[in-house]
T-cell receptor, first 114, second 112 residues
Framework: NTKITQSPRYLILGRANKSLECEQH?????MYWYKQSAEKPPELMFL???????RNETVPSRFIPECPDSSKLLLHISAVDPEDSAVYFC??????????????FGHGTKLSVL | GEQVEQRPPHLSVPEGDSAVIICTYT??????FYWYKQEPGAGLQLLMS?????DRKEEQGLTVLLNKKDKQLSLNLTAAHPGDSAVYFC???????????FGSGTKVIVLP
């Protein structure tokens, strides 16, 4: 799926600050960040619809999302913790949780915390 | 909140055979149902979505059955081939601003 691009693909961090980026070329209104830990299903972190944050799950405050426009999504991470090691997926859907949401996922960013 | 149980966690299927994955959900307000496929190192790929007014849907060798009475959703892979080897997730949603709740996943290995 090249219509949702995420960067970087791999990220190895000590206790540094970093940002994950996502861009979708599908014309969708809603964008999501999901976290997938090893051998687990994806868990929703944040949901934006038309640049507005409408779902903000229980996520440590060191994760700060940003949606500069409806096609771009950022995830700023400060002072990562080893429990943050996971794959972070960006996803998008035509409308923000209007019901029949067909989510399209990017390839993910694999974060490894040293 | 919604809980989704998925079984089995692992499935080895001889090539050409069928495989069934079952999910059980708890919220009777759940209206939207999905099956996703995840290949190693990749994101999730949507296979099929069904609304609650559909009991059965077939597409490209896959059959989804929805039993609302028992709150059960199943995926049947017919005539499995090696390209079907992946992790399969069911996911459900109750509607507006409801995020997807995923099952725990089933790792399917198709044996040549």
């Amino acid at each position: 799926n090249t219509k949702i691009t995420q960067s970087p693909r791999y990220l190895i961090l000590g206790r540094a600050n970093k940002s994950l980026e996502c861009e979708q070329h599908l014309g969708h209104n809603a964008m999501y960040w999901y976290k997938q830990s090893a051998e687990k299903p994806p868990e929703l972190m944040f949901l934006y619809n038309l640049k507005q944050l409408i779902r903000n799950e229980t996520v440590p405050s060191r994760f700060i999302p940003e949606c500069p426009d409806s096609s771009k999504l950022l995830l700023h991470i400060s002072a990562v913790d080893p429990e943050d090691s996971a794959v972070y997926f960006c996803a998008s859907s035509p409308t923000g949780g209007a019901g029949n949401e067909r989510l399209f996922f990017g390839h993910g960013t694999k974060l490894s915390v040293l | 909140g919604e809980q989704v149980e998925q079984r089995p966690p692992h499935l080895s299927v001889p090539e050409g055979d069928s495989a069934v994955i079952i999910c059980t959900y708890t919220d009777s307000a759940t209206a939207y149902f999905y099956w996703y496929k995840q290949e190693p190192g990749a994101g999730l790929q949507l296979l099929m979505s069904v609304f609650s007014n559909v009991d059965r849907k077939e597409e490209q060798g896959l059959t989804v059955l929805l039993n609302k009475k028992d709150k059960q959703l199943s995926l049947n892979l017919t005539a499995a081939h090696p390209g079907d080897s992946a992790v399969y997730f069911c996911a459900v949603s109750a509607g507006f601003a409801s995020a997807l709740t995923f099952g725990s996943g089933t790792k399917v290995i198709v044996l040549p």
